[in-house]
């Protein structure tokens, strides 16, 4: 094989390199970690004006919130929350040891806010949501929120 013949082979084959990784690196669609970060300076902006009973509920918490994706499998988000639940200290990809509470959500359902915000939206994933907390107390935190919910929507 001539020199010449191995120089046009190597650009050939990096060139179909390069298409390959372009095409799937375009293909491939953010995590929801990226989707979410750009929201936590807006949340903590807000924070001051969250209702204090939520706020006393779910202070100082320790979130996993476990994300279905529509291809299936999993994606796991860490969110701390600062003392009084005001802002959000931490939010990480992952999860996080000894969670306090553990979110069940569908990945479609947050795709669908994100694409098209609105109340009514939003709380559909809401109320999709499953949360599960850790220990007796937190458990018991969590029933009664469920139980004002549930009393909550019967009153709409």
């Not at 959000?88 to 000894?98: D, H, P, Q, T, V």
């Amino acid at each position: 094989m001539s020199t010449r013949n191995i120089l046009s082979f190597f650009l050939v084959f990096l060139c179909v390199t390069a298409l390959f990784s372009a095409t799937a690196t375009a293909q491939a669609s953010p995590t929801y970690y990226q989707k979410l970060s750009a929201y936590v300076n807006s949340y903590n902006a807000y924070a001051e004006k969250i209702p204090g009973a939520i706020k006393m509920l779910f202070g100082k918490e320790r979130i996993n919130i476990h994300i279905a994706l529509p291809g299936g499998g999993e994606e796991t988000l860490g969110v701390v929350f600062s003392a009084g639940g005001k802002k959000i200290e931490s939010f990480e990809s992952g999860a996080l040891e000894k969670p306090t509470l553990r979110v069940y959500v569908d990945g479609t359902a947050i795709d669908g806010v994100l694409q098209n915000p609105s109340m009514d939206a939003a709380l559909e994933v809401i109320a999709g949501m499953k949360i599960e907390g850790v220990g007796l107390l937190k458990k018991a935190k969590v029933l009664l929120f469920n139980l004002a919910s549930t009393v909550l929507s019967w009153l709409q």
